[in-house]
């Protein structure tokens, strides 16, 4: 037998091929059927899987919205409560700024029938029926006379609006002042005889203020200041007012 022949005798036929392969496929099939089988073996069966009863069960999606509903309104109760502080401190504030305005205006009033001393000196004729030094007749003395060198300063004895200032031949260079209510009774001041004055009509003035000089002008026989005093619109004595520091 020829090499040729021998090479052509050893080289497998398509048939013989095609068994081999079979053989091959069928064993490694068998092999992964014996695996599987031996891990089928040692799971345990589905009747007996352990199941952890102490896990908490998975929420739901009604649960996630309850518990997105309660987030909200705790929310929601602190910023209407700090809403609520913010209006109460203002509220406070404003409380205790009303008191402090009615604290002031009840001193003010407490003081409202505390009038100032005009000016310098004392009272040389007071309130009452007298002889006119100039007319020479028993009239009413409507006012004091408070002596002083002329040029004296004249003082607001209470603060108001000043209603009158101008010259007349009896009460000379003259002040009048509007206190407004004072115990129910419509209270005015006049300042009489003035050097001169300085205010002016409808001016708004305090408790202290210059309001002129002392002088001896109109019926007047020497430096002084006539204060008159007016309760709804009637003469009073200024002297149950007057408070001398």
Same mark, same amino acid.
């Given at each position: 037998?020829?090499?040729?022949?021998?090479?052509?005798?050893?080289?497998?036929?398509?048939?013989?091929? #095609?068994?081999? =392969?079979?053989?091959? =496929?069928?064993?490694?099939?068998?092999?992964?059927?014996? /695996?599987?089988? #031996?891990?089928?073996?040692?799971?345990? &069966?589905?009747?007996?899987? !352990?199941?952890?009863?102490?896990? &908490? &069960?998975? &929420?739901?999606?009604?649960?996630?919205?309850?518990?997105?509903?309660?987030?909200?309104?705790?929310?929601?109760?602190?910023?209407?409560?700090?809403?609520?502080? #913010?209006?109460?401190?203002?509220?406070?504030?404003?409380?205790?700024?009303?008191?402090? #305005?009615?604290?002031?205006?009840?001193?003010?009033?407490?003081?409202?029938?505390?009038?100032?001393?005009?000016?310098?000196?004392?009272?040389?004729? /007071?309130?009452?029926?007298?002889?006119?030094?100039?007319?020479?007749?028993?009239?009413?003395?409507?006012? !004091?006379?408070?002596?002083?060198?002329?040029?004296?300063?004249?003082?607001?004895?209470?603060? /108001?609006? !000043?209603?009158?200032?101008?010259?007349?031949?009896?009460?000379?260079?003259?002040?009048?002042?509007?206190? /407004?209510?004072?115990?129910?009774?419509?209270?005015?001041?006049?300042?009489?005889?003035?050097?001169?004055?300085?205010?002016?009509?409808?001016?708004?003035?305090?408790?202290?203020?210059?309001?002129?000089?002392?002088?001896?002008?109109?019926?007047?026989?020497?430096?002084?200041?006539?204060?008159?005093?007016?309760?709804?619109?009637?003469?009073?004595?200024?002297?149950?007012?007057?408070?001398?520091?």
């Amino acid at each position: 037998m020829t090499a040729s022949e021998r090479r052509a005798k050893r080289r497998p036929t398509p048939h013989r091929f #095609a068994a081999v =392969l079979l053989a091959v =496929l069928i064993g490694v099939s068998a092999s992964l059927e014996q /695996g599987h089988t #031996a891990q089928a073996a040692d799971a345990p &069966p589905l009747n007996q899987v !352990v199941v952890d009863s102490d896990a &908490p &069960p998975a &929420p739901t999606v009604e649960d996630l919205i309850e518990d997105r509903l309660d987030q909200l309104q705790a929310v929601a109760a602190e910023v209407d409560q700090q809403q609520f502080d #913010a209006s109460l401190a203002k509220r406070e504030k404003a409380v205790r700024k009303n008191a402090a #305005a009615i604290k002031a205006e009840l001193d003010r009033l407490k003081n409202l029938k505390r009038f100032a001393w005009p000016t310098k000196g004392r009272i040389g004729s /007071g309130f009452g029926m007298r002889k006119h030094p100039i007319l020479r007749t028993t009239r009413l003395h409507n006012g !004091v006379d408070i002596g002083g060198a002329c040029g004296n300063a004249i003082y607001a004895t209470q603060s /108001g609006t !000043v209603t009158r200032a101008n010259f007349s031949r009896s009460a000379g260079n003259n002040v009048r002042i509007n206190h /407004g209510s004072i115990e129910n009774k419509k209270v005015e001041t006049a300042y009489l005889h003035m050097t001169k004055y300085t205010v002016s009509t409808g001016q708004d003035v305090a408790k202290g203020d210059l309001i002129g000089y002392v002088g001896t002008t109109g019926l007047s026989t020497a430096c002084h200041l006539h204060l008159a005093l007016y309760e709804n619109g009637r003469g009073a004595d200024p002297a149950q007012y007057l408070v001398k520091d």
